[in-house]
């Protein structure tokens, strides 16, 4: 029996779903006794360190937390979990952690994007039981600005490779600590977990060593889900958001079997966009709620879902906040949200008052759950120019001229799916969103999606050049040779297609074998 500390701040449900795919049986603590009382105990820490470390203290979970460490059970802490174990950390300065290691939590101060997102190595400093079996040069899903910083290099178990060698596992005695998910690792980190759940014997360390360690550029499945006419939600896609074909919207499959398909194909990460959130409730009859369930119990990589993340008055009246409308995703296995048409709106507002106001739906999500799981979702159109006079944006010199010949355009962000333009740029919504507090762009394009004609490079330069976020490349991918051009091109952490997974156009083995043979870094 595994013991997991749900303290309410996020997608404990993957790591309970990842547990009970491997045969185990969890109990989640409900009280303080509950730690105490604990076999095995598993900590995945979500959302910041001051709130958990303040979430922990309300609920009078550090005391049994300290004597479980101390008792010599067997204890796993994952991401923040793990950072817990510190003495204090630079994300909550004043405020302690549990104290079990001496040392403290760092942010990233490097020239790379941060959050340090995606798929990187580990290489091993000594060995444990988790790496029964493990051949060493895996992959492991990371998501997080901080890292610990170990006063005693003896609880080093593993070092990672980004801007700089950072920790990124911890082990003393039947102590365990990972900054990676093993939960959202696909079968590497399934494996790890499984070597935590059984008695896995010796400690071992794994056959090969990946030194330096290298972040993969990572490949994910989008799939737009809408109700059809028929009322059955069905993943569609669009031409230039256009849906339709003959009248009809397109049915490309079921959501969750795609996505257990994407999954066991080698994706790195699914993302669902709910393509009618801008006009529906998304908690009225909950179908993307369903749909997370199901798909976390199947898919062990991460998940992203977008639509409707904004506030609502239901039609009984009553107010819901934008963080509701997340955490309801979050509980049900999203690890991401993505903020589309409210994004914008908040960008305008931003600007109009000149300040943050705190209260912001980007604000508010990030401060809970984390920067890392704020996704923004831009939907720019290009709008040609003569000169750049002829508008107060900010413009490009373009390769690709307009249709009467112009040389200039800017980015035009949208709304409600592409329907209603704004006067604002897809660079400055960028950079309002980051300093509000997201920390990734889903940058699709509008002119490009559906097309098969490749990646819109310049938008996707433009806007990857105006923040230190990671930016996901979307829209227009038609061919294996379409990835490559887009990592060659721009400094873009993540790609993003559609259409040719659905129609099997293109299978992502084939996508990350050409990536691998051109020397791109990917996850295989
Ligand atoms: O505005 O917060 O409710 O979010 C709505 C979300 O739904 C936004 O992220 C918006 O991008 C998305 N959306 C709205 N309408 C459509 C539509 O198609 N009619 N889909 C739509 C946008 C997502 C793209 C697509 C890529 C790759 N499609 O990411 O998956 O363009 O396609 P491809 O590889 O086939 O070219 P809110």
Redesign the pocket.
């Given at each position: 029996m595994i013991t997991l500390l749900d303290y309410g701040a996020g997608n404990v449900r993957s790591v309970v779903n990842a547990i009970e795919k491997l045969g185990g049986t969890v109990q989640i603590a409900s009280h303080p006794q509950d730690v105490i009382n604990a076999e095995k105990l598993i900590f995945p820490g979500v959302g910041s360190f001051g709130s958990m470390m303040h979430i922990l203290e309300k609920k009078n979970y550090v005391d049994p937390l300290k004597t479980f460490l101390r008792s010599g059970k067997p204890f796993f802490g994952i991401c923040l979990g793990m950072q817990a174990l510190f003495e204090s950390s630079e994300e909550a300065p004043g405020i302690g952690g549990l104290g079990i290691f001496e040392g403290c939590v760092k942010r990233f101060q490097i020239e790379k994007a941060v959050p340090h997102i995606g798929w990187n190595g580990i290489c091993i400093k000594k060995p444990s039981r988790i790496f029964k079996a493990a051949a060493g040069n895996e992959k492991f899903y990371f998501v997080h600005s901080y890292y610990v910083a170990p006063d005693n290099s003896d609880v080093i178990l593993t070092t990672t490779d980004y801007g700089l060698e950072f920790v990124s596992s911890v082990a003393f005695g039947n102590i365990t600590g990972t900054q990676f998910h093993p939960e959202k690792s696909g079968e590497a980190g399934l494996a790890l977990l499984d070597n935590f759940i059984i008695d896995a014997g010796e400690a071992s360390i794994p056959p090969t060593a990946a030194s330096p360690t290298h972040l993969a550029k990572r490949i994910i499945a989008?799939l737009?889900v809408r109700a059809n006419d028929q009322g059955d939600l069905v993943v569609t896609?669009?031409d230039q958001?256009?849906?339709r074909e003959k009248g009809s919207v397109r049915n490309l499959g079921r959501p969750v079997d795609l996505a257990a398909r994407y999954y066991t194909e080698g994706a790195d990460e699914i993302?669902f966009?709910?393509?009618t959130?801008?006009r529906d409730f998304p908690l009225e009859d909950m179908p993307m709620i369903k749909v997370l369930e199901e798909t976390s119990k199947r898919v062990f990589v991460p998940l992203t879902i977008?639509?409707?993340?904004?506030d609502y008055v239901d039609k009984d009246g009553r107010q819901y906040s934008a963080l509701e409308v997340a955490s309801a995703y979050f509980r049900s296995g999203a690890d991401k949200i993505?903020?589309?048409?409210?994004?914008v709106l908040i960008a305008e507002a931003f600007l109009q008052l000149g300040k943050k106001t705190g209260k912001s739906a980007i604000e508010e999500i990030s401060r809970v759950y984390g920067n890392q799981a704020v996704v923004i979702?831009i939907?720019p159109r290009r709008v040609y120019v003569g000169a750049p006079k002829e508008t107060r944006h900010p413009v490009l010199e373009t390769t690709i001229p307009g249709p009467t010949g112009e040389k200039y355009c800017w980015f035009q962000c949208t709304?409600?799916?592409?329907r209603e333009g704004r006067d604002m740029d897809a660079t400055t919504l960028a950079r309002i969103c980051e300093e509000l507090g997201a920390g990734e762009i889903?940058l699709?394009?509008i002119d490009?999606?559906?097309?098969?004609s490749g990646f819109d490079i310049e938008l996707i330069n433009a806007v990857r050049g105006a923040v230190s976020i990671p930016v996901i490349a979307?829209?227009?991918?038609g061919c294996v040779e379409h990835f490559h051009e887009v990592f060659a091109e721009t400094d873009a952490e993540a790609a993003?297609?559609?259409?040719?997974f659905h129609r099997r156009e293109v299978p992502i083995a084939d996508v990350k074998s050409h990536l691998d043979e051109k020397g791109v870094v990917v996850r295989r």
């Open positions: 989008c737009d896609k669009g958001y256009d849906v993302t966009l709910n393509i959130g801008f977008g639509g409707g993340i904004r993505s903020i589309g048409s409210d994004a979702s939907d709304i409600k799916g592409g889903l699709n394009c490009r999606d559906g097309t098969n979307s829209s227009g991918a993003l297609a559609a259409g040719i």
